[in-house]
Structures are given as C-alpha cells and as structure tokens.
C-alpha cells in the first residue's frame, strides 16, 4: 500500500489543453517534492513544497501544497509535447524517497 | 552539474546469473540509494547507503545485495537473478545535510533496464 495515491494514473491530451494531476495522502507532510521522468531517462526534481497553501511557479507548471500538508497538484497551463512524462510526488522519510506511483502524462502536437 | 551514470542502459540476463549493476556519482554525495521501477508501482527502494562500507535496507531488499566500497560508487547485486527482477533499476544519489524541515534533492542516474528470461 502506498502512502501516496496520484491520479489520474494516465492523461493524454493534444498540445495547448491544460491539466492537473494530484498527489493525496491521508498523512501530514513536512514536504513533498515533484520530479518529472522524461522517456529513457532517470527523474529530476521540479519543486519542493513545504508550507502548507503554499503555491510555487515554474513557467507553465503551478504547484499547489494543501492547506493540511496532505495534498498537492501540478496544473500545466497551454501544455507542450515536451511536457511529456512521468510525474512523480514523493515525501523525504529520513533520507529516504517514498514515491507514489505516477501520472503518465502525454501531450501530442 | 550532478552526474550519476549507471554501467548498463539495458542488459539481458539467465535466470540464476549474478548480475551486478554498478552505479557512479562525481558530486561527492554522502548518500546513495537503488530503486526499481514497475509500471503502476512507482519507485520501491531497494537498499542504500550513508557512507562507504555502509548499508541499509529499503523496502524490498530481498533477493539483492549491495556493495559501497568507495564513496563514488554503489553497486547492486543479485545473487541469483529470477524472472520477477525483470524491472527498470535506477540509482540516485544526495548529500545528507538536511536543514530542519526541507527535503533535499535526489539526484538519479538513466536507468539499467535488465530483462532476465
């Protein structure tokens, strides 16, 4: 059982759509951290999140951290072929990366 | 800029082969950590390391070994490799400062993707 539960898991859209994909959990947080994983490649951090409302931008991406520090979003606005990927939360558990499973997200031209 | 290779993009293995997975970071990392990787599963972890000779269980450390005989470089082993261990395998490393409630940033290697028939 995973502590965090994304949805959708899959989200096909045309280029120029917006969309938001979630990472919830009935557990309080610290932080939680986003990483995107790009086709044949390893994950890269996107954005930490630590205070709870707290919203973070990264050109196109807006990330959202829950007032209760329970949940987060990533919202992508006006979507590109390059934003195509695997979207990962995670919380740090003393060191330690616990993943949940992903929002695989595909944006075509 | 953080560099973490990893020996083998993809590899083919027997089952009941050893296999080893070696991993390489040049950023001086205290930590380093091995994942795998199923669809629908996220990422699991496997074993890591704080420091060199040291080791820890992840999540699902059965059927592995690890081996950190210097700081660079942290390899995973299976002893005897089985049709269930077919998966996507990637190393990630970071450093252990960590300032009061920030989480601090994995960095992770393309992935060994080990098929074993």
């Known amino acids: 059982t995973q502590l965090l539960e994304q949805s959708p898991q899959f989200l096909s859209i045309q280029e120029g759509e917006n969309l938001t994909v979630y990472c919830n959990s009935s557990?309080?947080?610290?932080?939680l951290q986003w990483y995107r994983q790009e086709p044949g490649e390893g994950p890269v951090l996107l954005v930490t999140?630590?205070?709870?409302?707290e919203v973070k931008k990264l050109k196109r991406l807006t990330f959202q951290f829950g007032d209760a520090r329970k949940d987060s979003s990533l919202h992508i606005t006006a979507a590109q072929p390059g934003d195509t990927g695997l979207y990962l939360c995670a919380y740090d558990s003393w060191g330690k990366l616990q993943f949940g499973a992903g929002t695989q997200v595909v944006v075509t031209p | 800029d953080v560099k973490v290779t990893q020996s083998s993009r993809y590899l083919v293995k027997r089952t009941g082969e050893k296999v080893f997975l070696e991993c390489v970071q040049d950023?001086?990392?205290?930590?380093m950590f091995w994942y795998r990787q199923d669809p629908g599963l996220g990422l699991r972890l496997i074993y890591f390391s704080y420091d060199v000779k040291m080791k820890e269980k992840g999540d699902i450390p059965e059927g592995y070994s690890v081996s950190r005989e210097k700081k660079e470089r942290f390899s995973l082993i299976l002893e005897s490799a089985s049709t269930n261990q077919t998966s996507m395998y990637l190393c990630?490393?970071?450093?252990?400062?960590?300032?009061?409630?920030?989480?601090?940033?994995?960095?992770f290697g393309p992935g060994t993707r080990l098929t074993v028939t």
């Open positions: 557990s309080v947080f610290s932080s």
């Open positions: 999140v630590v205070t709870g409302g």
């Open positions: 990630a490393s970071t450093n252990r400062e960590w300032a009061g409630q920030f989480s601090y940033e994995q960095y």
């Open positions: 950023m001086d990392h205290e930590n």
